[in-house]
């Protein structure tokens, strides 16, 4: 569900989804709104770009603009899918402590662990200062950050062809 944008062509994908789908079937998929539902990567990248301009470039935000729902929306009706409809599905991402936050990032899969692991010691802790900055910690210390993800689903109508 969480693949489409990955995908080399994400319209190719769609179509071959329809095309085995039954008549008045649903074709489906959901995305994370990387430009601005994922609070915690939006801090991350927020802060990661405000110290260094090439982080823009590998900014989920900015790399997968598919993951906004007008994008999706266009998407499948380029397909030919009929009675198109994109909801949000959110949740909140908690986290115990500012260690809790970051220690995901330190383990070097996907883009934003991958940015942390190319830094040097100086540019980590740079980082992570300006992250201390941006997140709002309870008088626990914990933090609640909000998630979203895009959930669109199209019905296949026969003879639709993209």
């Not at 040097?120 to 709002?136: F, S, T, Y």
Request: hydrophobic share 40%; net charge negative; with cysteine.
């Amino acid at each position: 569900m969480l693949a489409l944008n990955f995908m080399s062509d994400p319209l190719a994908a769609i179509n071959q989804m329809r095309s085995v789908t039954a008549t008045q079937g649903m074709v489906s998929a959901c995305v994370w709104d990387y430009s601005v539902g994922m609070s915690f990567l939006r801090h991350f990248w927020d802060a990661a770009t405000s110290e260094d301009e090439s982080a823009h470039d590998v900014d989920e935000g900015t790399r997968f603009p598919l993951c906004r729902r007008s994008a999706l929306i266009d998407l499948f009706n380029r397909a030919g899918l009929k009675d198109v409809m994109c909801e949000p599905i959110s949740i909140v991402t908690n986290f115990n402590s500012f260690d809790d936050y970051w220690q995901p990032f330190l383990g070097g899969t996907g883009p934003a662990p991958a940015y942390v692991a190319s830094l040097d010691q100086a540019g980590r802790e740079r980082l992570i200062e300006n992250l201390k900055q941006r997140l709002q910690p309870n008088a626990h210390g914990q933090i609640s950050l909000k998630a979203r993800a895009w959930a669109i689903k199209g019905r296949s109508v026969q003879g639709t062809a993209a």
